[in-house]
């Protein structure tokens, strides 16, 4: 069961190899004039910068209790570091600890809801628990009960969602609103359990966020992606602008059931059938920029480097400010031999330094082409 845990989330943080993480697995953190500003931000954010560093370089020598008391000694310097906690969540569901995993993700998307990395990362975590609830649930249910239940899985779904709302799954926005509704179920999720908690010593109390909050049955207050106030209704979490929780789950499980499919193969490095279950969904999802950029991540570790440019183009024509789809373009011109179109794509992400971490990587990176470096020795395999 750890195993499996573990295993679902590599994909997410670890995309090509430890030396190029922080290349490919950070997403925005905050705004600076230039990259030498986070040294100048605060002493405690630049000890925290260090730990970090540190922590990366254990990870990259195989050593996750070391790494792991470098995130903490960052966290103790400044609590509020994302990267570390990222990194920390990332050791913890790799080691199997989903709670303390899904914690930690948690907590990084409160302090930066549009962290796309965080909110992938968390969706693994919660599937993992879940994947893991119902099999434990599995070895005490009747027999005829699992017969039946196998048969409904088998049963033929019907696909409702492209009949009925076949204008909005080919606009680009309706996956960014999927993905808002998706954290929201999150959130929903949280509260639920946090209430049933709850109401198991304060049985006559209303649902209250903040009540939770004060008897610690919740240690987070979960935020709305689109500023939605969550109410208790009819025995199910309710968000003023996502609706009710179950129909919501109905939606969001339907619009991503074939997306995740296709990153837990990519995960386990099935990428023949990764390949074939992305270009299915991109049938019915033709204008979702990550199913490019997954596609692309695919043929890229496949070694399949100008199918990967190919589609990793498509994804960038669809989100130009897209930094990580950016760099692992970086990545496939740089192994393919192509020193200036990889550099172009290095330059534009450190002009526009949006990302602390993605400009000071592309930095590094565009230094030791420019030294005339290969692409193996600017990241070894071990």
């Given at each position: 069961?750890?195993?499996?845990?573990s295993s679902l989330l590599i994909l997410l943080l670890f995309s090509h190899t430890p030396a190029a993480m922080a290349a490919s697995g950070y997403s925005p953190l905050r705004d600076y004039n230039t990259a030498g500003d986070i040294l100048l931000h605060s002493e405690k954010q630049s000890k925290s910068d260090s730990y970090y560093l540190l922590?990366?370089?254990?990870?990259?020598?195989?050593?996750?209790?070391?790494?792991?008391?470098?995130?903490?000694?960052?966290?103790?310097?400044?609590?509020?570091?994302?990267?570390?906690?990222?990194?920390?969540?990332?050791?913890?569901?790799?080691?199997?600890?989903?709670?303390?995993?899904?914690?930690?993700?948690?907590?990084?998307?409160?302090?930066?809801?549009?962290?796309?990395?965080?909110?992938?990362?968390?969706?693994?975590?919660?599937?993992?628990?879940?994947?893991?609830?119902?099999?434990?649930?599995?070895?005490?249910?009747?027999?005829?009960?699992?017969?039946?239940?196998?048969?409904?899985?088998?049963?033929?779904?019907?696909?409702?969602?492209?009949?009925?709302?076949?204008?909005?799954?080919?606009?680009?926005?309706?996956?960014?609103?999927?993905?808002?509704?998706?954290?929201?179920?999150?959130?929903?999720?949280?509260?639920?359990?946090?209430?049933?908690?709850?109401?198991?010593?304060?049985?006559?109390?209303?649902?209250?966020?903040?009540?939770?909050?004060?008897?610690?049955?919740?240690?987070?207050?979960?935020?709305?992606?689109?500023?939605?106030?969550?109410?208790?209704?009819?025995?199910?979490?309710?968000?003023?602008?996502?609706?009710?929780?179950?129909?919501?789950?109905?939606?969001?499980?339907?619009?991503?059931?074939?997306?995740?499919?296709?990153?837990?193969?990519?995960?386990?490095?099935?990428?023949?059938?990764?390949?074939?279950?992305?270009?299915?969904?991109?049938?019915?999802?033709?204008?979702?920029?990550?199913?490019?950029?997954?596609?692309?991540?695919?043929?890229?570790?496949?070694?399949?480097?100008?199918?990967?440019?190919?589609?990793?183009?498509?994804?960038?024509?669809?989100?130009?400010?897209?930094?990580?789809?950016?760099?692992?373009?970086?990545?496939?011109?740089?192994?393919?031999?192509?020193?200036?179109?990889?550099?172009?794509?290095?330059?534009?992400?450190?002009?526009?330094?949006?990302?602390?971490?993605?400009?000071?990587?592309?930095?590094?990176?565009?230094?030791?082409?420019?030294?005339?470096?290969?692409?193996?020795?600017?990241f070894p395999t071990y």
């Open positions: 069961m750890k195993l499996l845990a922590a990366l370089q254990e990870i990259k020598k195989n050593n996750p209790l070391r790494a792991f008391n470098s995130i903490n000694a960052g966290l103790r310097e400044n609590k509020y570091d994302i990267r570390l906690l990222r990194l920390r969540g990332f050791l913890f569901a790799r080691s199997g600890k989903l709670k303390e995993a899904y914690a930690d993700f948690s907590r990084i998307l409160l302090l930066s809801p549009e962290d796309e990395y965080s909110t992938l990362a968390l969706r693994e975590v919660k599937t993992a628990i879940d994947n893991a609830q119902s099999s434990i649930e599995l070895l005490y249910t009747p027999p005829e009960e699992q017969k039946n239940r196998s048969a409904k899985d088998k049963a033929p779904k019907v696909d409702e969602t492209s009949e009925k709302t076949p204008e909005k799954i080919l606009t680009s926005s309706y996956f960014d609103n999927m993905r808002d509704k998706q954290q929201c179920l999150h959130n929903m999720d949280t509260l639920q359990r946090a209430y049933e908690n709850y109401k198991k010593t304060n049985s006559n109390k209303p649902f209250s966020i903040k009540d939770m909050m004060l008897s610690l049955a919740l240690k987070f207050e979960p935020l709305c992606p689109n500023r939605g106030n969550y109410t208790w209704t009819n025995n199910q979490i309710e968000c003023s602008v996502h609706g009710k929780e179950k129909p919501l789950r109905g939606e969001v499980t339907k619009i991503f059931g074939d997306f995740n499919n296709a990153l837990q193969q990519k995960q386990r490095k099935n990428y023949l059938e990764a390949e074939k279950l992305f270009k299915q969904a991109l049938i019915f999802y033709p204008k979702w920029p990550e199913l490019y950029y997954q596609l692309g991540d695919t043929y890229f570790k496949m070694g399949r480097l100008q199918e990967a440019i190919t589609h990793l183009e498509k994804a960038l024509s669809m989100a130009p400010d897209n930094l990580d789809i950016q760099m692992l373009l970086a990545h496939a011109h740089f192994k393919q031999g192509s020193r200036a179109a990889a550099l172009a794509h290095l330059d534009k992400i450190i002009k526009e330094n949006k990302s602390v971490i993605h400009s000071m990587s592309a930095k590094s990176i565009a230094r030791k082409i420019r030294e005339g470096k290969s692409y193996e020795a600017v």
